[in-house]
């Protein structure tokens, strides 16, 4: 058709890739939720951690240390995700995933953009903002209550109501595990992947950058598709380097489906 754009041949080996692989898993990190307006962590010049060190504020031990300062730092970074809706990628996914042709998204981010847009078979290995809960009673309060409490706190930390303990966000912080379901859940997928799509991740951060691994030892392909260099890039099949959200909408449209 005149004025098509014709794929690149990266794109079309990937859908060759894809079409023909016993299973479909997607590993995604912050690069996917840049263009809903969310900032990533390590790119130069526009990475949170950037402005901030993250073991001062996203670590366990300042949670209990200092909870003022983690909740200054929270309460700042959950406002910027008030309002976030998921873009062309997220739903290119989930448009492979109702075709059939993905069996699985696993994400490093909490923003839950993934489940907005309507991905079925999520694993969350970071956790997510959905809910934040208290450590010594086990108490759990949905974000809009922890914000709420956070508005009205003298001291600046949301505590639980049964306790007065200060609430921790959902999300795993530096110096605690991920959890174990999750991670299982994940490792599963991803051996038994033959293709696995790493989407916006820097595959630097352990044991998350280790699942492609499991793909490629058990025969799978990985492809890559962020802007920046990661360090499995020699490993990979196909290496995209574009726009999200154009990569995925350009790979759904050559695999006819509607995103």
Known sequence: ?????????????????????????????????????????????????????????????????????????????????????????????????????????????????????????????HGSIECCRCLVCGGSVPLGEACARLAGAGDGVPRCEACREPLKPGVVLFGELLPQGAMERAQELCAGAGLLLCIGSSLEVFPVAGLPLLTQAAGGAIAILTQGSTPLDDLARVRLHGDVVEELQALAAELGVVA
């Not at 794929?7 to 840049?34: C, D, K, N």
């Not at 670590?59 to 959950?78: K, L, N, Q, S, T």
């Not at 008030?82 to 075709?99: C, Y």
């Open 1 to 125: 058709m005149a004025g098509a754009e014709v794929a690149s041949p990266e794109l079309v080996e990937l859908a060759g890739l894809l079409r023909r692989a016993r299973s479909v898993v997607a590993l995604t990190g912050a690069g996917i939720s840049v263009p809903s307006g969310i900032p990533d962590f390590r790119s130069p010049g526009s990475g949170v951690w950037e402005k901030v060190d993250p073991m001062e504020v996203a670590h366990i031990d300042a949670f209990h240390e200092d909870p003022v300062r983690f909740w200054r730092f929270y309460g700042e970074r959950f406002a910027t995700l008030e309002g976030k809706r998921p873009n062309g990628a997220h739903r290119a996914l989930v448009a492979l995933e109702r075709a059939g042709l993905l069996d699985g998204v696993i994400t490093q981010n909490v923003d839950m953009l993934h489940r907005k847009a309507g991905t079925r078979e999520l694993v969350e290995v």
